[in-house]
């Protein structure tokens, strides 16, 4: 089955929702309009249930098919948020909130499963119920997370849930996913190295903060590169060193670090998190300072299922004619959450030749939305064809 001709009928109509979208985006779980929007239309579709208010700003729509003899429930979701980034794509719909726009195609996201959902609700040629979900606060807020500890799954008995991030670089509309771990779990961490201050031209009657974060921060690199096992995947980067002078001839007090950790498996998680507060324990210690860790475990490890990959590759090559292996992420993605509770799976499809996800001349590219809806709905009426 190719891209339903349903959705060239109806590309224009997405179209503008999502340039709507991406004229007002809204960060975290500050979707008050994209939400309001979100809900409006699926009233107006007809759905059977619409409900706000899931993980602070979520909404969930419930879509009942001609006939319910299979009793099965699938979960669809889009991310609704945008990203603290000044926009500089320069087109006509460009951002309209200074410092906030949607760099990750998000706003793409919401249209195309609205426009699988107008499809849904128009045809109802399923056996069973669709639950259409649109989450806030995917870009580090743990919107998923609050959707699922509002009890979204067990409320409308969700047995399966799919969902979908457009890809720059990947051929447009064309698919690309992989079982088992995927996303990478993304931890966060901040140490602050506290010594003993003084003048720069004194330095040995200090305890030099600076001296002794620098050699923390080139210890950190060996976790990696001594501590973790050659063939598996561990990113642990240091993105912010700074200390508490800014004078030139003052030697700190203190130095606070931030970063970051990424792994795809439970040990590398736990053996990063221990090296780190073992090496700034042990280095601090050494010279004569202190250190304090703080670490943080955000999303873990987004995993898909094996059986749900294979019936969404088989959906995806039944759309575009083809579906890649798609490759490790080292990203994180909140998805994870919703994956832990029920069996699912994500997919990757094509965005074409576009700037990468979080960057100011990102645009999501609405060639792919007939792809993106096709893959929406066939999930539902493959999964639970009519009776």
Not at 162 to 174: F, I, T
Not at 210 to 231: E, F, K, L
Not at 271 to 294: M, P, S, W, Y
Not at 361 to 371: L, Q, R, T
Request: charged content about 25%; overall charge negative.
């Amino acid at each position: 089955m190719p891209v339903k001709n349903r959705f060239a009928e109806l590309h224009d109509d997405i179209t503008a929702w999502r340039r709507d979208l991406h004229e007002h985006p809204e960060i975290l779980f500050e979707t008050h309009r994209t939400s309001a929007l979100v809900a409006e239309k699926l009233r107006a579709f007809g759905c059977d249930e619409v409900v706000e208010g899931i993980g602070r700003t979520g909404v969930v729509a419930v879509i009942k098919g001609k006939s319910d003899g299979s009793g099965k429930v699938i979960g669809l979701r889009a991310d609704m948020d945008a990203l603290p980034i000044h926009e500089q794509t320069g087109v006509p719909y460009a951002s309209k909130t200074a410092g906030a726009m949607h760099a990750c195609g998000h706003d793409g996201h919401t249209a195309m499963l609205l426009g699988a959902a107008q499809y849904l609700s128009e045809t109802r040629n399923f056996d069973g119920t669709v639950v259409v979900i649109f989450q806030p606060a995917e870009e580090g807020g743990g919107g998923g997370r609050e959707m699922c500890e509002d009890g979204m799954m067990e409320r409308w008995g969700i047995q399966e849930v799919y969902g979908m991030h457009n890809w720059p670089g990947q051929p447009l509309g064309k698919f690309a996913i992989r079982p088992g771990a995927f996303f990478a779990a993304t931890d966060i961490f901040e140490i602050e190295v506290e010594g003993k201050g003084g003048h720069g031209a004194k330095p040995h009657e200090t305890v030099d903060p600076t001296v002794i974060a620098a050699q923390i921060v080139t210890a950190m690199q060996t976790i990696a590169s001594r501590n973790a096992d050659p063939i598996s995947q561990i990113v642990v980067s240091v993105t912010s060193f700074e200390t508490s002078s800014k004078a030139f001839n003052v030697i700190p007090q203190r130095v606070h670090l931030k970063g970051t950790v990424r792994t795809l498996s439970p040990e590398n998680r736990d053996l990063a998190e221990t090296r780190i507060n073992e090496l700034c324990q042990g280095i601090a210690g050494a010279f004569g300072a202190t250190a304090k860790v703080d670490y943080t475990r955000n999303y873990p490890v987004m995993v898909n299922h094996e059986e749900q990959t294979e019936f969404a590759a088989e959906v995806a090559r039944a759309v575009s004619g083809d579906c890649d292996e798609a490759p490790l992420v080292m990203g994180g993605e909140d998805f994870a959450f919703m994956l832990e509770e029920r069996p699912g799976a994500y997919i990757l499809v094509g965005n074409g030749d576009t700037a990468a996800v979080h960057h100011p001349e990102y645009n999501f590219n609405d060639d792919a939305i007939p792809a993106g809806c096709s893959w929406w709905a066939e999930i539902v009426e493959r999964r639970m064809p009519a009776a």
